[in-house]
């Protein structure tokens, strides 16, 4: 196989998906290189890469499974499509032992598509709770590709929400691990609306029960995760201004940082256009 070229390794990506270039299409579709920004996710052709991916781990099976899940009508964007391909994996895999295999082997691939599929399976499988799934997802939230991360949380949003007071007890010790994107996924899994994911009902109407995932983090010294804290507060001040703007001034007496004036700066956008 020919060695990548550097300045395809090197690229920042085009703006758009029509501006993507042949060449890096071709090794996106054969999982030998990873998107570096959303036009190059959104143009992907899963079921190629599922061809390469699971020839070279010798389970063509698997391949035909996700080929059938992609031809629903169901799968019409792109993380519909990663949900159906996880749904057809843990169908395909229903031993807890058999998961775990093939999570480890699309964790490793170069492709971040199929680093995704590893996200969506483990959000899917019946055999593992809540517990279970943020466990084997820790290396996914903590991935270096910004759409494996996004992938990672949106794998077990549904079972976040409905199982919420669990979830942030679970989620209070991401937000003091090192990794920023570790702290991260525990904001951003926990928004009360949220992007391409369904709303957290109990936390549009009563934000409080998120404090615990938001306090630690008010002065975060990295701005990847003060953006989604100011995020989620934004999400919260369209059900909950008078919420929000109590915490802001609470924070801001609190915490006088240039950190928490930039989360709460963000995070009165909205109400400061309605006023």
Request: aromatic share 4%; with cysteine; proline share 9%.
């Amino acid at each position: 196989m020919n060695p990548i070229p550097p300045e395809i390794l090197s690229r920042k990506g085009s703006p758009t998906t029509a501006g993507v270039p042949a060449a890096v299409r071709d090794l996106l579709n054969q999982g030998l290189i990873e998107a570096v920004n959303l036009s190059e996710w959104l143009i992907i052709d899963h079921v190629s890469v599922a061809h390469h991916v699971f020839s070279a781990i010798k389970r063509p099976d698997l391949a035909d499974a996700i080929r059938l899940a992609l031809s629903q009508p169901n799968a019409s964007t792109a993380p519909k499509r990663t949900a159906a391909v996880g749904t057809a994996l843990a169908a395909a895999c229903p031993s807890l032992r058999a998961c775990d295999a093939l999570s480890r082997s699309l964790i490793a691939q170069t492709s971040d598509v199929a680093r995704t599929w590893a996200a969506s399976l483990i959000g899917q499988h019946p055999a593992l709770d809540l517990p279970a799934r943020l466990s084997r997802l820790r290396p996914l939230a903590a991935d270096h590709n910004m759409g494996v991360r996004e992938m990672a949380w949106l794998a077990i949003r549904d079972e976040i929400a409905a199982n919420l007071p669990d979830a942030i007890s679970l989620l209070i010790p991401w937000t003091a691990e090192p990794d920023a994107n570790l702290r991260r996924f525990a904001s951003e899994a926990t928004r009360p609306r949220g992007v391409w994911c369904r709303h957290i009902t109990q936390l549009k109407s009563d934000p409080s029960p998120g404090l615990p995932i938001l306090e630690p983090l008010r002065s975060d010294p990295a701005k990847y995760v003060r953006d989604s804290v100011a995020n989620w507060l934004n999400d919260a001040s369209k059900s909950a201004p008078e919420w929000v703007r109590s915490l802001c001034s609470r924070w801001a007496h609190e915490s006088p940082t240039p950190e928490t004036a930039a989360i709460i700066k963000r995070a009165l956008r909205t109400l400061r256009k309605s006023s």
